[in-house]
């Protein structure tokens, strides 16, 4: 699903370090996600957006942050993660009201 | 929350060959997709079928929503497509996506 964009595709850091994950679409979508999927399980909701406000937070650890700054957009930032935190990343979106949801190819964060 | 189960977990096939996967949920679902994830992560929607059947080139899916399970056939299989099929669903009135834990495929020339 190449509609929906996300930057970096790979993304090395330190247990200190601040970093922040980028997920776009031009869908005209209201609701955007965050999945973290690790080696050889299915994809976990972290996180769901519905007209640019928080409506779901899957009692994610405040290490990961997230940010609708608006329709288009979404941010995971991320501060002191631990080595148990590398998985894949996948964005999604859809209508609020209706699915399917789009995913985005990911961004595999891997922490030293 | 729903649970959803896949079957089979693992599927080796030789080019060519047909397939079907299944996937049970324990409540009423809507919103069902099925995906298929590649080896390089990418997640790729192959159907959204709430109810009914689809077909798209060799893959076709049915769901029986009031029986609660989904079927995902692959016709004439080939090596692109390995990789890992999940099906998934909400439930109710909310978005959370949940997913099985996905059939591992591989097809060998």
């Known amino acids: 699903d190449t509609e929906v964009t996300q930057t970096p595709k790979h993304l090395v850091m330190g247990m200190t370090n601040k970093k922040s994950l980028k997920c776009e679409q031009h869908m005209g979508h209201r609701a955007m996600y965050w999945y973290k999927q690790k080696a050889k399980k299915p994809p976990e909701l972290m996180f769901v957006?519905?007209?640019?406000?928080?409506?779901i937070n899957e009692s994610v650890p405040s290490r990961f942050s997230p940010e609708c700054p608006n329709s288009s957009l979404l941010n995971l930032h991320l501060h002191a993660l631990q080595p148990e935190d590398s998985a894949l990343y996948l964005c999604?979106?859809?209508?609020?009201?209706?699915?399917?949801?789009?995913f985005g190819d990911g961004t595999r964060l891997s922490i030293l | 929350g729903i649970q959803v189960e896949q079957s089979p977990p693992d599927l080796i096939l030789q080019e060519g060959a047909n397939s079907t996967l299944r996937c049970n949920f324990s409540d009423s679902v809507n919103n069902l997709q099925w995906f298929h994830q590649n080896p390089w992560g990418q997640l790729i929607n192959l159907f959204y079928i709430p109810s009914g059947t689809k077909q798209n080139g060799r893959l076709s899916a049915t769901t029986v929503a009031t029986e609660r399970y989904s079927l995902l056939y692959i016709s004439s299989s080939q090596t692109t497509d390995s990789g890992v099929y999940f099906c998934a669903s909400t439930s109710g009135g909310y978005n959370k996506l949940i997913f099985g834990a996905g059939t591992r495929l591989a097809v060998h020339p």
């Open positions: 999604a979106s859809s209508q609020v009201s209706a699915q399917p949801q789009h």
């Open positions: 957006y519905s007209y640019e406000k928080l409506s």
